[in-house]
């Protein structure tokens, strides 16, 4: 499906974000991994989360979805049972990491594998980690998918893990805290920044011992491996802040727009993008603020701001890591450079971002150099054109908020790949007063 979307007026409205994407990985296979059934509004249905939820029915899961609420029927740390076949996890590397740490810590023989670019994605990190602790785990030439896991006795625990991760990541460390689960003794991860910390909120609301502790380079966590069985999970899911992000970037940038988003997300270590819009000049604030889940929540209301350039750099990078893209959306039509430094994890997401980013606003007239770990983009506007989002469903979103402001019309190739984590993004921002046409060519 292309999408075109043409420059207008303005955006109003209230919408809610959909369930966050991040926390729907995590909720369905924790609820899994707990004894008992558990029960969770707000669950994002879309392609990424549905490679989870086939992939737990194949470990012999059970679970019910009516709507957006998700039922699991969970089977125990030790109680998942080996696939007959091989896990696909699509084009999800959450998906894979995660199930592979749960995986490892059943000590259930296994294959995940997935698309073409999940194949590409570095899947070492994980391995060699779990080598140490005992996981019989191989990964393919090049050190991505497949991941083939062998089988363990059951009366044989993992071994403790100390460990630095290179990179700050959520992924690494949510697999490697839950083959830790399943360890001898406590595990602890150091990171050079803090990462998403959704997995250690989650495990304490389950019942299981994690500390975490800032440290002279980075930060420490630390888990016990639980001597009970793990809680059942319920509640509602937050509204997902990334999925925000891209009607956030589109009311700033399309005057005299204002948007309500209820229920958002707003956990620190995501709402790095939250700091960069404010100080780029945006007009934001911030109400009603809650918990769900262990995490908090607010409802955000954007006006359009004229923006300025802004530096992003150093431990604020980790903390927008998934949001560049609606942040490039924005600073193209702020004033002056926006600059973008220590962001060379991003050239191994669902594309690289930073290569394909640059590419693609360069084909509508922006004004962009990259750089190995980042890149400098000159504001003022861009003219539009045609886009090709490399199946990666953040660069289409962002490329379609582009057209909301540019001088001409934006088309968007392959645009149903926004199905993969905001089901129905295009009739979102219809309903708000964008105009757009679809075509299936």
Known sequence: MNLTIFPGGPLRGCVESPGDKSLSHRVALFAALAEGESCVEHFLVSGVTEAMLRSLKALGVAWELSDDTLRVYGRGLHGLRAPESVLDCGNSATTMRLLTGAVAAAGIAAVLDGSAGLRRRPMERIAEPLRQMGVDITTAEGGGAPLTLGSRPPSRRLSALDYSLPVASAQVKTCLLLAALAADAPTTLHEPALSRDHTERMLRGMGVEVETSPELAGYRVTLTPPKTPLCPLRGMLPGDFSAAAFLMAAALITPGSELTLPGVGLNPTRTGLLDAFRAMGGDIEVSNLREYLGEP???????????????????????????????????????????????????????????????????????????????????????????????????????????????????????EITRESFPGFPDVLRSLGAQMTEAYE
């Open 297 to 415: 929540v607010g409802d955000l209301k954007v006006r359009f701001s004229p923006l300025r350039g802004v530096e992003i750099a150093g431990e604020w990078v980790v903390r927008m890591i998934d949001e560049f893209p609606a942040f490039a959306a924005a600073a193209v039509f702020a004033e002056g450079p926006s600059v973008v430094r220590d962001a060379q994890e991003l050239r191994y997401k669902e594309s690289d971002r930073i290569g394909a980013l640059c590419s693609e606003l360069r084909a509508v007239g922006a004004q962009v150099e990259e750089t190995p770990d980042g890149f400098i983009l000159q504001g003022g506007g861009v003219r539009g054109g045609v886009v090709n989002p490399h199946g990666d469903h953040r660069l289409a979103m962002s490329l379609a908020v582009v057209g909301l402001a540019s001088r001409e019309p934006v088309k968007v190739l392959g645009a």
